[in-house]
């Protein structure tokens, strides 16, 4: 246009990004793209297009929110991180806020825990149900974060940020297992009453029960549920009655439809009912592990199923029939590390750990982990230390609990790793070891379970209320809950 200079438009240009909010009464000056960076669909995004178009720019918009947690929610939206002002709340207050501008996913970045390392990590929190706080079982959610908790006969839900989202009181005095299988859905047994039990936790209504059945034997009665695992498309159960005869089971989540993967007389340690079943979908295959004690110590089975062809595609008893290197050493506690494709096992006399790759298993397995620090080795537990003990694969780490001891077996890169055609190799050296937790931390019970959900550990204790929730340190100035 004839007459304008040039050099107007462009100094102008920047004061058109700007917009002046009034929250609360207090006033905030920042920029549209910073508001924007919030996402399309968030609120403040909408308000800053409304603000352009049809408003004067002169006048603040005004937003009747509190000041001070949205000055923190704007700083996050700058730096994609929140600033140390924002210890003066708590996160369910931070999230009520983010939720209401429409910036959850940013608000739950910067709140999250740092990717999970043993070797730094230490007790953040303790999660307590208000009633029957003493946990039965629990299922930590990798995906989510989420945990579901058994205590009493009822069912907690907490989520990614550990607050509680709801319970339901099931119809159970005692629930003994328990494992999410959907969005909202979860497959619960009791060692009190028969069949496998899956309540909507939205409604809190029982959807359905399966029970084991089988017309032509008559021992087949009121069989109760031992372990439960689950893939996108199935549900697992391990069975037993009490003549012991057991199965697994495998279900179908859409029509609730039952097939027999395998039947056990019970009558031996080679044949009773799993305890632990596990689910690998890289390689399809179900495992189940039974372990039991006695004055003669340990002897269980681990077991490899197709659930497709119902078929044992390998399987090892222990005690063998002494063709196992270690001999007499009958596992206390295994493990499958899913990812890895790796099992894992505990010698219930010498208390060392060995692996073995589900894709080369053989007659004898089995691979020893060699403790290199002198001072570790000399700590071992040994036969003494190996009464109590409880393994967990979580994102390439393997979690030992021995009696109340909490430590770590992390995967060591380079030197101790063997690589061929990329392909990793497990040897001697693969995993390094160190303690998670301090004296005082050992010294609260006896761990009776350890399960990684999101970037969190989750451990209980026999006879101690609650589940503990372990995290590695955030060195970012990051609000953690209270």
Request: hydrophobic share 35%; aromatic share 8%; with cysteine.
């Amino acid at each position: 246009m004839e007459g304008e200079n040039p050099h107007d438009a462009t100094e102008t240009q920047p004061s058109s990004d700007r917009i002046k909010l009034n929250v609360g009464g207090k006033l905030f000056e920042t920029t549209t793209s910073t508001l924007r960076s919030g996402g399309p669909d968030s609120l403040l995004s909408l308000l800053s297009n409304r603000s352009l178009h049809h408003h004067d720019p002169s006048q603040p918009v005004f937003i009747d929110r509190d000041p001070e947690i949205f000055s923190a929610l704007l700083s996050l939206l700058r730096s994609n991180r929140l600033p140390s002002t924002a210890k003066r709340f708590s996160n369910q207050e931070l999230i009520d806020e983010a939720s209401y501008y429409g910036i959850e996913s940013q608000l739950k970045s910067a709140l999250a825990p740092s990717p999970l390392t043993g070797i730094d990590a230490s007790l953040f929190t303790t999660i307590r149900p208000s009633s029957d706080a003493t946990v039965s079982d629990f299922n930590a959610i990798d995906s989510d974060g989420s945990v579901w908790v058994a205590h009493g006969g009822q069912i907690s839900v907490y989520d990614w940020n550990l607050t509680h989202s709801g319970t339901v009181r099931t119809h159970l005095d005692y629930i003994s297992t328990i494992r999410r299988i959907g969005p909202g859905v979860a497959a619960v047994g009791s060692e009190t009453l028969a069949g496998l039990h899956v309540y909507n936790t939205a409604s809190g209504y029982r959807s359905c029960c399966v029970d084991w059945a089988d017309p032509t034997d008559p021992r087949i009665y009121k069989a109760r549920v031992n372990a439960i695992a689950d893939s996108d498309n199935s549900v697992f159960a391990s069975f037993d009655c009490r003549h012991k005869e057991n199965c697994v089971l495998m279900i179908d989540k859409n029509k609730w439809t039952t097939l027999e993967v395998a039947r056990q007389s019970g009558s031996s340690s080679k044949s009773m009912v799993a305890g632990k079943l596990k689910y690998v979908p890289k390689a399809g295959v179900l495992v189940g592990v039974s372990v039991t004690s006695g004055a003669f110590g340990y002897s269980g089975y681990i077991r490899l199923w197709d659930p497709r062809s119902k078929e044992v595609v390998w399987e090892t008893n222990e005690p063998g029939s002494g063709r196992s290197s270690r001999f007499g050493d009958s596992f206390a506690d295994v493990d499958v590390d899913v990812d890895e494709l790796t099992l894992v096992k505990l010698g219930s006399k010498s208390g060392d750990l060995a692996v073995a790759d589900l894709r080369k298993l053989s007659e004898d397995p089995w691979i020893y982990l060699e403790e290199k620090n002198p001072r570790m080795r000399m700590m071992t537990g040994g036969a003494s230390n190996v009464g109590n003990c409880v393994i967990n694969c979580y994102r390439k780490q393997l979690f030992v609990g021995r009696e109340g001891e909490l430590e770590v077996w992390s995967t060591v890169e380079g030197d101790g790793d063997q690589n061929v055609g990329g392909e990793r190799i497990l040897c001697e050296g693969s995993y390094r070891r160190n303690y998670v937790d301090k004296v005082e931390d050992s010294e609260r019970g006896v761990i009776k379970k350890i399960e990684g959900g999101g970037d969190r550990l989750f451990v209980i204790r026999e006879g101690v209320e609650g589940i503990e929730a372990w995290q590695s340190s955030r060195f970012s100035g990051v609000v953690s809950s209270s």
